[in-house]
C-alpha cells in the first residue's frame, strides 16, 4: 500500500497552522494529523493518516457543520499551487474528485460521474 502524493510540508503551506499528532514520536506517513483553523466565521477541520489514505473534513459557519466528508482508503490527496490559488484535491476515486480552497475565500467543489 502506497501513501498519499501530498507530503507534510504541502499541508502546512496549505493550512497554515501546525498539525496536532496522535504521536509525537511517530513520522510522516505513518502517524495521525489533524488540522484545525479558523477562516473568519469559518472553521475548518481536516485529519489525514497518509499511510493508510484515511482522512475527514468538515467545514462549520458560524458554529453550524455545513459540510462533513469522511474518507476511508481514498485513491489519493494531492496538493497543487498556481500563481493565485492553493488548491487540495482528494480523490476519492476514479471518478469523485473533492478540492479544497482556503485563500482568497472558502470554495469547496465536488466532481462525480461515470468513468
Do not use: C
Not at 475527514?56 to 458554529?63: E, P, Y
Request: glycine share 2%; aromatic share 12%.
Amino acid at each position: 500500500m502506497s501513501d498519499v502524493s501530498v507530503e507534510e510540508l504541502d499541508l502546512l503551506s496549505f493550512f497554515e497552522v501546525e498539525p496536532s499528532r496522535a504521536d509525537r514520536n511517530i513520522p510522516w506517513p505513518y502517524n495521525d494529523f489533524s488540522y484545525q483553523l479558523n477562516l473568519g466565521q469559518y472553521k475548518v477541520s481536516f485529519s489525514i493518516a497518509p499511510a493508510y489514505k484515511d482522512l475527514s473534513l468538515s467545514v462549520a459557519h458560524n458554529d453550524t457543520q455545513f459540510y462533513s466528508f469522511k474518507g476511508l482508503s481514498v485513491k489519493d490527496v494531492r496538493y497543487h499551487k498556481d500563481a493565485n490559488f492553493e488548491t487540495l484535491e482528494i480523490i476519492v476515486s476514479d471518478r469523485d474528485i473533492i478540492r479544497l480552497r482556503l485563500r482568497p475565500n472558502l470554495v469547496i467543489t465536488q466532481d462525480a460521474g461515470e468513468a
